[in-house]
Nanobody
Framework: QVQLVESGGGLVQPGGSLRLSCAAEGFTFSHYTMSWYRQAPGKERELVAEITSSSSIKNYADSVKGRFTISRDNAKSTVYLQMNSLKPDDTAVYYC?????????WGQGTQVTVSS
C-alpha cells in the first residue's frame, strides 16, 4: 500500500524558512519522479517542484524559483522541500505527490502559513 506522509509545516514569519519532508512507503521510491504541490484557500492545486528518480532533473514553478529547493534521499525514501524567503503568498497546504504504478498518490498535506 502506497503511503506518503508529509511533515514540517507550520507558522513562519515573512522572510523565514521551513523544510518539508515526505516519507514514502509501499513502493520502490528510487524508481519514481516525486513532486510537491500546494493549494491555497479558494485556489486550484498547483505544482511547486518536481524531481526525477536520480535527482538529475528538478523543475520549479516560476513563483518559487530561487527560493525553494527540492531534494531527495532514496536511501531514506524521503523527498524534501526547502523553502526560504517565504512570502504570505506561499501560505497553502503542501502535498507530496507521485504517479506510482499508474495511480495518482497524494499525501495528506501539511499546512504552511506565512504571516507576521
Amino acid at each position: 500500500q502506497v503511503q506518503l506522509v508529509e511533515s514540517g509545516g507550520g507558522l513562519v514569519q515573512p522572510g523565514g524558512s521551513l523544510r518539508l519532508s515526505c516519507a514514502a512507503e509501499g513502493f520502490t521510491f528510487s524508481h519514481y519522479t516525486m513532486s510537491w504541490y500546494r493549494q491555497a484557500p479558494g485556489k486550484e492545486r498547483e505544482l511547486v517542484a518536481e524531481i526525477t528518480s536520480s535527482s538529475s532533473i528538478k523543475n520549479y514553478a516560476d513563483s518559487v524559483k530561487g527560493r525553494f529547493t527540492i531534494s531527495r534521499d532514496n536511501a531514506k525514501s524521503t523527498v524534501y522541500l526547502q523553502m526560504n524567503s517565504l512570502k504570505p503568498d506561499d501560505t497553502a497546504v503542501y502535498y507530496c505527490y507521485g504517479l506510482i504504478r499508474g495511480s495518482n498518490s497524494w499525501g495528506q498535506g501539511t499546512q504552511v502559513t506565512v504571516s507576521s
